[in-house]
């Protein structure tokens, strides 16, 4: 598999923030969208058992399948060795592709990006959290309505810009308060530094 890189951190967003995870971080994706921050040119090729004999090093047992878009490469037989370790399997996906290994996962993070990619059309059969990335000036919640989830978290988008970045952020509270059934979501690993 092409892997971008292998860390332990603290999930920084969503519905397990503050969770001690070990983070697989897959190169490529079926989407292109300007915010990413994945560097898909750069990876090392790993094999199943490679993958496993990395993470076990660490005392988690929640491992985050992220990206990238971790549904070009995950297999059942990935997913099942992941199991056999006993590992609490997260799945992140932008939710376009409906793999046969995601039946394993404990915990499914579906983030659309229908703003940046038009051809970007839900396939999952469940989601446990949707997470909607959200820009001010593009994001039209009316496209995430139809969207079944357990559990939804809006996000503000860190544009790399103050004014930009604080009129997502408002635009999160506002959304929310009017939106109950809605959380916000921060980047937590931006705010307390760490990767």
């Given at each position: 598999?092409?892997?971008?890189?292998?860390?332990?951190?603290?999930?920084?967003?969503g519905a397990y923030t503050g969770t001690p995870c070990v983070f697989i971080r897959f190169a490529g994706c079926n989407l292109k969208c300007p915010f990413c921050d994945t560097k898909h040119e750069s990876y090392k090729e790993y094999t199943d058992e490679e993958i496993i004999q990395e993470i076990i090093?660490?005392?988690?047992k929640h491992v985050v399948l992220t990206g990238g878009e971790p549904t070009l490469q995950i297999t059942?037989?990935?997913?099942l060795m992941l199991c056999e370790e006993g590992k609490y399997i997260h799945v992140?996906?932008?939710?376009?592709r409906n793999n046969k290994a995601l039946s394993f996962?404990?915990?499914?993070?579906?983030?659309?990006?229908?703003?940046?990619?038009?051809?970007?059309?839900?396939?999952?059969?469940?989601i446990d959290e949707l997470k909607v990335v959200f820009d001010a000036e593009k994001t039209c919640m009316d496209k995430y309505k139809r969207i079944?989830?357990?559990?939804?978290?809006?996000?503000?988008?860190d544009l790399k810009?103050?004014?930009k970045t604080e009129n997502n952020i408002k635009g999160v509270v506002n959304y929310c308060l009017s939106h109950p059934q809605w959380s916000i979501s921060l980047q937590t690993q931006k705010i307390i530094n760490v990767r």
């Open positions: 598999m092409r892997i971008n890189e292998i860390f332990y951190s603290i999930q920084g967003e090093k660490y005392p988690t059942e037989k990935f997913m992140e996906t932008n939710g376009t996962a404990n915990w499914i993070t579906c983030s659309p990006k229908f703003e940046y990619c038009n051809q970007a059309n839900i396939a999952l059969e469940h079944i989830a357990d559990n939804y978290y809006l996000q503000p988008c810009d103050k004014e």
